[in-house]
């Protein structure tokens, strides 16, 4: 049987997800808006957090992500720190990355490509759990190895950064299989791949068919309009 891997993610309205815990969190772009998820955080998303990171789990992350928490969490002694510490200390750390750099946290692993990930999806042990590592999303659910999406999205807008549907993402559709909004108005939503878009339907409108929007067309062309 193979193993779920969900994605879990802190988002803005429109899409970003970089440094939601810490000012100095990523830098990369500019970003001055590091911290963000706790500028205004919300109590409403700890029951979904809670149920995200309940019972043994594993860990997928992109590079930067794990040299994030590779940085922090093995060092997180403040008691209200430990659970957390403890339970990514014990989990596996599959870390997708095309480098050589040494993985020392305890319980890493290098994978080199998707083609890994598939691997170890279909190998015996916990599921898996992505945090951050915008990057690897489009790769990832073009190999449709994603089994849900948890989307956390706070009622803020900011602007610039790193987003989960990035360049090189596929064209497909979701089921939303739940979601509720909480009291501050934290959208949380869960998806499940849906399958491929349908082609337009024959049945469908189809425009105007004058010649002011033949002209329109002849401009879209030629990058005119």
């Known amino acids: 049987m193979a193993r779920k891997i969900t994605g879990g993610c802190f988002l ?3 899409g970003v997800m970089q440094a939601p815990g810490g000012p100095t969190e990523d830098t990369q772009g500019g970003f001055d808006e590091g911290g963000w998820m706790f500028k205004m955080w919300d109590p409403g998303i700890e029951e979904t957090l809670g149920a995200l ?3 043994d789990y594993d860990l997928l992350l992109g590079r930067r992500t794990y040299d994030i928490f590779a940085a922090y969490w093995p060092y997180a002694e403040e008691p209200e720190n430990r659970p957390m510490r403890d339970a990514f200390d014990a989990a596996n750390k599959y870390v997708l990355t095309r480098g050589d750099q040494p993985l020392e946290w305890q319980n890493s692993h290098r994978l080199a490509g998707i083609e890994d990930v598939a ?9 898996i759990i992505i945090q951050g590592s915008s990057t690897i999303y489009p790769d990832l659910l073009a190999a449709g190895v994603i089994d849900e999406l948890v989307l956390m999205t706070f009622p803020v807008v900011l602007g610039q950064g790193k987003r989960l549907f990035g360049g090189g993402t596929p064209v497909d559709k979701f089921e939303m299989i739940d979601h509720r909004v909480t009291d501050q108005g934290t959208v949380i939503a869960t998806y499940r791949p849906g399958g491929k878009l349908p082609p ?3 049945e469908g409108p189809i425009g105007a068919k004058s010649e002011r929007e033949a002209e329109r067309q002849r401009k879209m062309a030629a990058g005119t309009w």
């Open 200 to 202: 337009y339907p024959a």
């Open 119 to 127: 691997r170890i999806k279909h190998s015996e042990g916990s599921d």
């Open 12 to 14: 803005s309205l429109d």
């Open 53 to 55: 990171f309940s019972g």
